[in-house]
């Protein structure tokens, strides 16, 4: 059987059990050199063979897993596999193989970097909605995709893979609709011990990050600002289906 498994943001306590059990028997692992921390690896059997994906293609990746069958394999991507995890092109080879497949969803960065801002994404009156996108690169966005055009909701945003452009994208954000004094802030290495996390706006935030070029997102909306207003889930005066209101 082959495993896909989100191996957590970085800190190895961050792995689900269900991926931490499956690493424990494994006989291969394809682990994604570049993002996924290595001390994850010290979980394998002494008898795993660990491969780091960094320096292979699509099919050297599917190639291995086709030539261990029966055995137990792992292939290991950073965060959670379902957000910029390059997973479904394997699965669609593995389908046309007719070899087996479950996927383990694990902790993405976006998790981790809102617990290191200890920020709530979805606020009552200030945003429900996050947007989850990135800059074009070379991989390309969707025209109606382009980040001017998301930037009109003014929604909570949370920017993948788009540090090394940050002032490009805090112009984007800017010319589409957020005022530059919107919060906005950096998580470089969420979950890791060099994480860190620097807070500004839309317009001071390309001078206060521009040393960090890797490995961070970038974090944007009034969910970054001072206290609001409270949830109604919680509040004394609303009823809902697990409790009666008390005011
Ligand atoms: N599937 C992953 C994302 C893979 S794309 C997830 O769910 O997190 C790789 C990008 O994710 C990086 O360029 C960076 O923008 C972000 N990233 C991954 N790990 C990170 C971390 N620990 N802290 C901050 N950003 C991270």
Same mark, same amino acid.
């Given at each position: 059987?082959?495993?896909?498994?989100?191996?957590?943001?970085? !800190?190895?306590?961050?792995?689900?059990? +269900?991926?931490? +059990? /499956?690493?424990?028997?494994?006989?291969?692992?394809?682990?994604?050199?570049? /993002?996924?921390?290595?001390?994850?690896?010290?979980?394998?059997?002494?008898? #795993?063979? #660990?491969?780091?994906?960094?320096?292979? =293609?699509?099919?050297?990746? =599917?190639?291995?897993?086709?030539?261990?069958?029966?055995?137990?394999?792992? +292939?290991?991507?950073?965060?959670?596999? %379902?957000?910029?995890?390059?997973?479904?092109?394997?699965?669609?080879? *593995?389908? $046309?193989?007719?070899?087996?497949?479950?996927?383990?969803?694990?902790?993405?960065?976006? %998790?981790?970097?809102?617990? !290191? @801002? $200890?920020?709530?994404?979805?606020?009552?009156?200030?945003?429900?909605?996050?947007?989850? %996108?990135?800059?074009?690169?070379?991989?390309?966005?969707?025209? $109606?995709?382009?980040? +001017?055009?998301?930037?009109?909701?003014? &929604? &909570?945003?949370? @920017?993948?893979?788009?540090?090394?452009?940050?002032?490009? *994208?805090?112009?984007?954000?800017?010319?589409?609709?957020?005022?530059?004094? =919107?919060?906005?802030?950096?998580?470089?290495?969420?979950?890791?011990?060099?994480?860190?996390?620097? $807070?500004?706006?839309?317009?001071?935030?390309?001078?206060?990050?521009?040393?960090?070029?890797?490995?961070?997102?970038? /974090?944007?909306?009034?969910?970054?600002?001072?206290?609001?207003?409270?949830?109604?889930?919680?509040?004394?005066?609303?009823?809902?289906?697990?409790?009666?209101?008390?005011?």
């Amino acid at each position: 059987m082959i495993y896909f498994i989100g191996a957590g943001p970085g !800190a190895p306590d961050l792995i689900t059990l +269900r991926g931490a +059990r /499956l690493l424990s028997k494994a006989d291969l692992v394809i682990y994604a050199g570049s /993002l996924v921390n290595p001390e994850l690896l010290t979980l394998c059997p002494p008898t #795993c063979t #660990c491969l780091n994906s960094a320096s292979m =293609t699509l099919e050297q990746v =599917t190639d291995a897993m086709q030539a261990c069958p029966g055995e137990t394999i792992v +292939r290991l991507h950073t965060g959670d596999p %379902s957000l910029y995890g390059a997973i479904r092109e394997q699965m669609e080879i *593995l389908d $046309r193989l007719g070899l087996p497949y479950e996927v383990v969803p694990g902790v993405s960065s976006m %998790s981790a970097a809102a617990a !290191a @801002l $200890r920020a709530e994404y979805t606020l009552p009156s200030v945003s429900q909605t996050v947007i989850i %996108s990135r800059m074009a690169g070379r991989t390309p966005v969707p025209e $109606r995709e382009q980040i +001017r055009s998301l930037a009109r909701h003014r &929604t &909570t945003m949370v @920017l993948f893979l788009s540090i090394a452009m940050l002032p490009d *994208l805090c112009h984007e954000l800017i010319s589409g609709g957020y005022p530059p004094d =919107t919060p906005a802030a950096v998580v470089y290495k969420a979950s890791w011990p060099e994480e860190r996390v620097i $807070r500004g706006t839309l317009s001071d935030l390309p001078e206060k990050a521009a040393d960090i070029r890797k490995t961070a997102l970038v /974090l944007v909306g009034d969910f970054l600002s001072g206290p609001g207003e409270r949830s109604r889930l919680y509040d004394p005066g609303f009823t809902h289906a697990y409790r009666e209101a008390t005011e």
